[in-house]
């Protein structure tokens, strides 16, 4: 069953604004991962980020942990519309070997 | 990064028929595959757990009989969608997992049945 839930479900904004999405989850993690999927294609994968850390960065991408919310939120700076695609986090659980998918946010980026 | 191969990418059967979905790791051995299914603006939903030389584990709710899974060696794992219906229309993705136990998704394979 899916274990994470993302916030916001959708999201429209202007090129050149920044995105931010969330991801909460229930259990204890391993690690969070972050993919990108556009519209009935593959995933595409984003960044990993360890339990054990806190933040993470690649190129317009940020990422965050808070291991005592159990959440997780992804930032890309400057949008562009190439950017628009649906967002998911996954969750690997402690001593687990699943990867379970949020729910995902759709985002669209206006040229 | 490790690539995991899948096939095909798209396919289209009559109501009825049986579709096969192959899912390879190509540079790696994955003694553990999982496959997913997505309809259409949701998300990922795990379908099962394919374990190499096992029975697959499956998901609260997935029919064992109708999504026949094989894992005969540590670098294929196929999906077999039994008397496929309309409702059967989805897109497959499957992942493999490797020795440090991270996951490599498939190109995924979109299922129409008409």
């Known amino acids: 069953s899916q274990q994470g839930e993302e916030d916001p479900q959708a999201l429209s904004i202007q090129e050149g604004e920044n995105a931010t999405m969330n991801c909460s989850y229930k259990t204890s993690i391993n690690n969070l991962q972050w993919y990108r999927q556009n519209s009935g294609r593959g995933l595409v994968h984003l960044i990993l980020i360890r339990s054990n850390e806190r933040e993470k960065h690649s190129g317009r991408l940020r990422v965050t942990l808070d291991t005592s919310k159990k959440s997780s939120s992804l930032l890309i700076t400057a949008s562009r519309a190439a950017d628009t695609a649906s967002y998911f986090c996954?969750?690997?659980?402690?001593?687990?070997?699943?990867?379970?998918f949020g729910a995902g946010t759709r985002l669209f980026v206006k040229a | 990064g490790a690539v995991v191969s899948q096939h095909p990418s798209w396919v289209i059967c009559k109501s009825g028929t049986s579709v096969k979905i192959e899912c390879r790791s190509l540079?790696?051995?994955?003694?553990?595959m999982f496959w997913y299914r997505q309809f259409p603006k949701q998300s990922l939903m795990l379908m099962a757990t394919?374990?190499?030389?096992?029975?697959?584990?499956?998901e609260q709710g997935v029919e064992k009989d109708k999504f026949l899974i094989n894992h005969a060696s540590l670098t294929l794992s196929t999906l077999t969608v039994t008397s496929a219906h309309p409702e059967d229309s989805s897109f497959y993705i499957c992942?493999?997992?490797?020795?440090?136990?991270?996951?490599?998704f498939g190109q995924g394979t979109r299922l129409t049945v008409v």
């Open positions: 394919s374990n190499e030389g096992s029975k697959a584990t499956y």
């Open positions: 996954a969750t690997r659980n402690t001593g687990g070997f699943k990867t379970i």
């Open positions: 992942s493999a997992r490797d020795r440090q136990y991270e996951a490599f």
């Open positions: 540079d790696f051995q994955a003694t553990t």
